[in-house]
């Protein structure tokens, strides 16, 4: 039996809806918000509630934004030739109307939940932040003029799944966010991009039909190549010099000098990033294209979860 012999409520449907929620970009919400709770108990400000608030808000932002962006680009038809996994929109499985009204139900719990963080840190000036989160993530590849069409997904990637999400869970909890923590939120910040990166380029040659001229469309395929391998090696520095900062600026005036322990851990840290950023940029130089690519997506996923979880555990371990 094929999907087009099932009942129209049951496989395709179901299948459709988990793949449009994109499993595999999920790391890039939870992750900084790994690392900034992190950050935060080195600094000695943990909070469970809020760690798990802030987690709640950049889950629905995430998966908000990808129902957004399944919505939009199959309205506009751009994903009518993609050599990805099938989008809700595009299918014609679903009416557009209700990808459009569970796109905004998720910024809606994103919205709940970031009032209530808002409010147990008392930094109401966070709304505006959130309203900025909630507008990115909408026109990534809605409005007239999505900014994901004109090449600058990478960059708002950057600023509110890197900085924003990193330093305003550390934000939250320790009402300052020292310059290490902005060093970390830079790495993961790539890492998140990188994810960005390689989906664009696995559709690099059907994009520009639609006029989506992505970074990786701006780059051409060598320049796009290159700029993932930065994206998944610089990290692996920021991580190390954000642990050395963070060692000096936790332990001043401690009078244990021994180097023993942040020299473990950044070996360890190092160890760790260094397989995971093997495995996510081997198909990538080996010249994977298309549907090959979809792995890498997976594993840059999984790169940035271990990157934040890792430089979490060695910030708290220098501390």
């Known amino acids: 039996m094929t999907d087009r012999d099932l009942p129209a409520e049951t496989g395709p449907r179901a299948t459709s809806w988990m793949e449009v929620v994109r499993l595999r970009t999920l790391p890039a919400a939870v992750a900084p918000v790994i690392l900034g709770a992190g950050a935060a108990s080195a600094l000695g ?9 802030a987690a709640g808000v950049a889950l629905a932002l995430q998966i908000g934004s990808n129902l957004a962006n399944d919505y939009s680009d199959g309205v506009r038809g751009t994903d009518d030739d993609r050599t990805g996994p099938p989008r809700l929109t595009a299918s014609g499985q679903v009416d557009p109307r209700r990808v459009k009204l569970a796109a905004f139900g998720c910024f809606g719990v994103a919205g ?3 009032l209530v963080l808002v409010a ?11 309203a900025a989160a909630v507008a990115a993530a909408w026109f990534y590849t809605g409005g007239s003029h999505p ?6 997904g990478e960059v708002f990637v950057f600023i509110f ?12 909890q320790a009402g300052g966010v020292p310059g290490w923590v902005w060093l970390s939120a830079c790495g993961i910040g790539l890492i998140a991009c990188s994810l960005l990166m390689v989906n664009n380029l696995r559709d690099i ?9 992505t970074l990786a469309v701006r780059l051409g395929e060598r320049g796009a190549r290159r700029a993932f391998v930065a994206m998944v090696v610089a990290p692996v520095v920021l991580a190390i010099a954000a642990t050395w900062w963070a ?27 260094a397989i995971m950023a093997g495995r996510t940029l081997w198909p990538v130089l080996a010249g ?9 997506l997976r594993d840059a996923g999984l790169y940035e979860l271990a990157y934040g979880g890792a430089l979490a555990l060695a910030l708290i371990a220098v501390a």
């Open 45 to 53: 400000t943990a909070s469970v509630p809020r760690i798990l608030l």
């Open 112 to 114: 709940v939940l970031g």
């Open 120 to 130: 147990l840190s008392g930094q109401w000036w966070l709304l505006g932040a959130g």
């Open 147 to 152: 900014y994901g069409y004109a090449g600058l």
């Open 161 to 172: 799944f890197g900085l924003m999400a990193t330093c305003g869970t550390v934000y939250v």
């Open 205 to 213: 040659a059907t994009d520009p039909r639609h006029g989506k001229l």
């Open 247 to 273: 060692r000096a600026d936790l332990t001043a005036g401690a009078t244990d000098g021994s180097l023993w322990v942040p020299l473990g851990t950044a070996a360890l840290l190092v160890a760790v990033l």
């Open 288 to 296: 994977a294209t298309g549907r090959a690519l979809i792995p890498v």
